[in-house]
């Protein structure tokens, strides 16, 4: 089973064993590779029917639920980790469910297009539209994005709510890194990956 590779620098932060709960675990790929590889326990959340059913086949429990509607059935730091991956931006309240995701879990992992990438600013500044990329493919009126952001926005979102950064990288839309996108993240990174817990 291989993974992209936003996936795999998550797969490298979980601890094995851990108790892991995937928002939005999409067709349960990482979340599996977490159970045959690390051994971790968990469960994955998914609103698509036909996600949930690949999920269950690749043995992968897993919870039909609205993101939206917040993770009030689970107490705190029930899990060790909580990911979301490339499903923030579709959140219609990223703010709180950051909180519930700090609340729930010791550890969380989210990542995210960023909008701030140098190619979106150009189209941006040379077009007036709103940008399109491999990692932004939507037009305006279609896309299931709500919110669009920067590393930069969310890390002032962070600051704003209590929630300390541990870690941080950036792929480009083929899921490869670069020194230069570590020297410039939020110019150069098309895709942010965070690790962050709540401040004490």
Excluded at 11 to 16: M, R, S, T, V
Excluded at 91 to 110: F, S
Excluded at 143 to 155: Q, R, S, V
């Amino acid at each position: 089973m291989s993974l992209r590779t936003d996936q795999s620098l998550i797969a490298k932060w979980i601890k094995p064993n851990s108790r892991v709960l995937d928002l939005g675990c999409g067709d349960g790929t990482l979340m599996a590779y977490l159970q045959k590889n690390q051994h971790v326990s968990g469960y994955g959340l998914e609103i698509n029917e036909e996600n949930i059913v690949q999920c269950i086949h690749k043995g992968v429990d897993v919870i039909q639920t609205d993101l939206d509607k917040g993770l009030s059935e689970f107490n705190r730091e029930s899990f060790d980790y909580v990911i979301m991956t490339q499903t923030l931006q579709a959140i219609y309240y990223p703010d709180k469910l950051l909180k519930e995701m700090t609340r729930v879990g010791r550890e969380a992992i989210v990542t995210f297009p960023n909008m701030g990438h140098w190619k979106n600013r150009l189209q941006l500044a040379l077009t007036g539209r709103m940008p399109k990329s491999k990692t932004l493919p939507y037009e305006w009126y279609n896309t299931p994005n709500i919110h669009l952001f920067t590393l930069a926005d969310f890390e002032r979102l962070c600051a704003k709510i209590s929630i300390r950064i541990l870690d941080r990288s950036t792929v480009d839309n083929e899921h490869h890194s670069s020194l230069s996108m570590k020297l410039f993240p939020n110019l150069l990174g098309e895709i942010a990956i965070y690790r962050f817990q709540q401040k004490n």
